[in-house]
Structures are given as C-alpha cells and as structure tokens.
C-alpha cells in the first residue's frame, strides 16, 4: 500500500503501472508465505489482494498517504513528527524482507520499500526496476 501510494505521485495515476504493482506484489506475499510453509491461496483472497486493495487505494488509508508523502520527497522522521503516526506497514516492510531472507525468496518491492523507509530517494525509474526483477524472480 505504501508502494502505490508513491507510485500515485511517482506515476500520475498510471492505473496499468498500478496493476502491475498490484499483482506482482501478491505474488511476492505468497511466495514467502508458501516458503514459511503457508497457503498462496490465502494471499489470493481477502487476507492478501483484499486487504492491498483496500490499504493501497483508498484515499484516508495511511499506508498509502504515507507512500505519497515519501513520493513527494518527505522523510519518514518528518511525516512522524508532523502527522503523529506511522502507519503499520512503515514496520511491516522490514518484517516482509526479513522472512524473504530466511526463506529464501526474492522480494524487490519489499526490499524497494524498505529502502525508501532508509532514506533512498522515491524514483519512478526504482519501481519500473523492482517491477522487472519481480517479473524476472517469479516462478516461470
């Protein structure tokens, strides 16, 4: 949800980009749940898509206003201090590309996020390349 809200700003509203966000990034929630000996099926449904669709587009989540905020060149320590919050998923990417790591999968988006968090700067060139080495990690 934070990444398509940086993408929002990022992008312009390019709902194909946003798609493809989207999709790659259920994949890569079910391949570490699968490699921590979870269900794929249940990042398929709303514990997964569902809840990224409701975080990720909706105009009062925070993750995505968050996302925005990063995009628009605010650093996580300002946003903080200005809007009082955090929202979950600022602790959840490191969590996400921690259980990547131990199981073994590749997680570009979440390891994108993750460094945006760190202070990277919020490129649209830093998706697009996320973007493809998920396309380029994912089972064939």
């Known amino acids: 949800a934070i990444l398509l809200g940086c993408l929002e700003t990022l992008s312009g509203h390019s709902r194909n980009l946003e798609a493809a966000v989207v999709t790659a990034s259920v994949r890569e929630m079910a391949a570490i749940a699968v490699a921590h000996g979870g269900h794929a099926d249940t990042l398929f449904g709303l514990a997964g898509l569902g809840d990224l669709v409701v975080t990720g587009f909706s105009p009062v989540s925070r993750n995505r206003r968050f996302g925005q905020l990063l ?3 605010r650093s996580v320590a300002a946003i903080e201090r200005e809007t009082g919050w955090l929202p979950e998923g600022a602790r959840g990417a490191a969590a996400a590309c921690a ?8 997680a570009p988006l979440a390891r994108w996020v993750s460094r945006l968090l760190a202070g990277a700067p919020p490129t649209l060139d830093g998706v697009l390349r996320a973007l493809r080495s998920a396309e380029q990690s994912r089972p064939k």
């Open 71 to 73: 995009a628009a060149g």
């Open 99 to 106: 259980l990547a790591r131990s199981g073994g999968v590749s």
